[in-house]
């Protein structure tokens, strides 16, 4: 069993910047895939990003391909979300996985998530 708690959400402005964390308990964490899924409401779960066990495999979504960076700390059971150049339209509730497939990509497929954070980007 794996539980993971988000922080660092909130609200930015156009073109700034914000870093997402999630904390994972268990012993086992670096022996899952971690990764970022969003969600506006009325709107599917989607695909940000996600990173390999041993963090040197990552793969994210076309949308926010050069604007963020997904890495994590197996030694602090955290992986993290930094998010740069934040745009409206990434305005959503972001939430962290984990699972043993990396990458996965589709929402119905993960094993473990998060309670979610939201981020703003006001215009």
């Known amino acids: 069993q794996v539980q993971l708690v988000e922080s660092g959400g909130g609200l930015v402005q156009a073109g700034g910047s914000l870093r997402l964390s999630c904390a994972a308990s268990?012993?086992?964490?670096?022996?899952?895939?971690m990764g970022w899924f969003r969600q506006d409401p009325g709107k599917e779960r989607e695909f940000v990003a996600a990173?390999?066990?041993?963090?040197?495999?990552?793969h994210y979504a076309d949308s926010v391909k050069g604007r963020f960076t997904i890495s994590r700390d197996n030694a602090k059971n955290t992986v993290y979300l930094q998010m740069n150049n934040l745009q409206p339209e990434d305005t959503a509730v972001y939430y962290c996985?984990?699972?043993?497939?990396?990458?996965?990509?589709?929402?119905?497929?993960?094993?473990?998530w998060g309670q979610g954070t939201q981020v703003t980007v006001s215009s």
């Open positions: 268990g012993r086992t964490f670096s022996s899952y895939a």
């Open positions: 990173i390999s066990w041993s963090g040197s495999s990552t």
């Open positions: 996985n984990a699972d043993k497939t990396f990458p996965t990509v589709v929402a119905r497929r993960i094993t473990y």
